[in-house]
């Protein structure tokens, strides 16, 4: 087989010797793909992501593999960036220009994001942004090779709070992560809430990384609000939420969260987060195939699956078959490939790629459970209803992102 790749290339050489260096590389048969997963390991989104990423990364290199049969290897490499953005930008430049990855992926965390983002165009290397919500990596910060795979914040928080306000949550107050990506999350629920005729009475502002909410607290509790929504994820949503029950707030406002996982659900129980609303694209007991994945996927990490862990997967999934329909990992071939080829996997439904890089695909919104409602313990959400992808996400025609003004010159 490598002596026929190696006749094709030659055969294929001087049939374009008057073409570029270029044209010819994109032409290049693949011998080898190389999935970068850099993630956080021992930082604050750790079980967001973490192993569980690394599990579903090999999840996806292996059912490709034997689905699709190619007549290429694909490996995989992994690492932690602890959170931290200079630690990414330097793993993943190193991955490119030594270890030979093709792809990066996972990277939780916005500053974590938009750093590596911007490595990847600068390398002309695909990152597949699986776990962050940040809007702005496809708007003002968009790149060229950056592509936002799992959701954003608008879809998730903008979709929750219309839910919440609709049923009567009308006066919000936001305890707010102190970084980009809580940001959003506040302005997309704002917007939702004065969409559907409610308010908002205050905010306040917390470090990242907090454990201590007993300030935002009795703030929110002084407020008048009616709801009390966290805009922040992981350990800081799960410690603020115990905190707000602690003080009785649950029993004077709603408590919502603007970003909670199927793991942070589970963390806190049904008894302390029963009722909520929750937005989430890939919820592990939606159908059959997303029963049998994940059921496969507890297996070999003892945990259903968050939806970016679930996202990655879908992600992986999609460059690989890309690859092979372009047969060349060259960067622009991929991408080509990858918008034309609807997404379909185990969690997707015929999402697409769109010229933005914002993978649009739909929303599914869900209630927790009452404990006696449980049949088992992660029989955690109940399905409400879905939010088709193009109402869910901001429409293209409202993008910042500088691509578009290029691609219509």
């Known amino acids: 087989m490598r002596f026929s790749r190696t006749l094709l290339a030659a055969i294929s ?28 390991m021992s930082s604050v989104f750790s079980d967001l ?47 490119i220009d ?25 390398k002309n290397k695909i990152v597949l942004a699986t776990a962050s919500g940040q809007n702005s990596l496809t708007s003002e910060d968009c790149q060229p090779t950056a592509l936002h795979w799992t959701y954003n914040t608008r879809a998730v928080s903008g979709t929750t709070a219309r839910a919440v306000t609709k049923e009567g949550g ?23 809430v004065l969409a559907e005729g409610g308010e908002v009475v205050g905010s306040i502002k917390h470090p990242f990384n907090s ?11 002084t407020s008048g609000a009616n709801v009390v929504a966290f805009a922040n994820s ?23 969260g603007l970003l909670p996982y199927v793991t942070d659900i589970h963390t806190l129980g049904l008894e302390a987060t029963q009722g909520m609303y929750v937005t989430d694209p890939a919820y592990w007991d939606r159908n059959d195939a997303t029963r049998a ?25 999609h460059y690989l078959k890309a690859v092979k329909a372009a047969g060349t990992t060259d960067t622009e071939a991929v991408l080509a490939k990858m918008r034309e080829m609807p ?50 996400f901001r429409p293209l025609s409202e993008s910042k992102c500088p691509l578009l003004a290029k691609n219509k010159g």
Do not use: C
């Open 13 to 40: 050489l001087f049939a374009v010797a008057a073409q570029s260096p270029a044209t010819f590389a994109q032409s290049a048969p693949v011998d080898d793909v190389k999935v970068g997963v850099l993630t956080d």
């Open 49 to 95: 992501v973490g192993k569980g990423s690394v599990i579903a990364a090999q999840m996806a290199i292996d059912d490709f593999v034997a689905a699709e049969k190619p007549d290429f290897k694909v490996s995989m490499i992994s690492a932690d960036h602890t959170s931290k953005a200079d630690v990414a930008s330097n793993v993943a430049r190193q991955w």
């Open 98 to 122: 030594q270890e030979g990855v093709d792809v990066i992926t996972d990277i939780a965390g916005a500053s974590v994001t938009l750093a590596v983002s911007k490595v990847g165009a600068e």
């Open 170 to 192: 009308n006066k919000w107050f936001f305890i707010t992560a102190d970084y980009a990506g809580g940001r959003s999350l506040q302005e997309d629920a704002t917007e939702g």
């Open 211 to 221: 454990q201590d909410f007993s300030s935002q607290l009795l703030t929110a509790q």
């Open 234 to 256: 992981g350990p800081e949503f799960v410690n603020g939420t115990k905190q707000a029950i602690e003080y009785g707030i649950n029993t004077q406002a709603k408590l919502v």
């Open 293 to 317: 994945w994940s059921k496969r996927f507890f297996e070999k990490h003892g945990k259903m699956p968050t939806y970016v862990q679930a996202g990655l997967y879908s992600g992986i999934m």
């Open 343 to 392: 997404i379909n996997d185990a969690f997707t439904d015929n999402a697409k790629l769109r010229e933005d890089n914002m993978v649009v695909r739909d929303m599914y919104v869900y209630k927790v459970k009452a404990p006696a409602d449980s049949k088992g313990e992660w029989d955690l959400y109940e399905y409400q209803y879905t939010v088709p992808g193009d109402q869910a």
